[in-house]
């Protein structure tokens, strides 16, 4: 079970967030940066298109990932009791 915790457990714990809490969110952050890569190749073909899309879309997601996440909150209480997800 440790090698279970270790993989699926230990990085989402770190962050504050469950796996699934962890999951959600990453899900929201990749769609994010998918479709603001392509609005940026948009933006490669016609440059009148999207001119601040892919910036703007880097600078919220610094905003919510690094400046306005808390690192410090705790983690559920059930997590210390030997349910890992």
């Known amino acids: 079970m440790d090698v279970f915790r270790k993989l699926f457990v230990e990085h989402p714990r770190s962050v504050g967030e ?15 940066m998918v479709v603001a890569g392509f609005a940026c190749l948009l933006h490669g ?5 999207c001119v601040r ?3 703007k879309t ?3 997601l610094h905003e919510s990932m690094i400046t306005h996440r ?7 209480e059930w997590l210390d009791h030997g349910a890992y997800i």
């Open 18 to 32: 469950t796996y699934f809490q962890h999951m959600a969110s990453a899900f929201t952050f990749g769609w994010r």
């Open 45 to 49: 073909i016609f440059p009148f298109c």
């Open 53 to 55: 899309t892919g910036s």
């Open 58 to 60: 880097v600078h919220h």
């Open 70 to 76: 808390s690192r410090s909150r705790a983690a559920p």
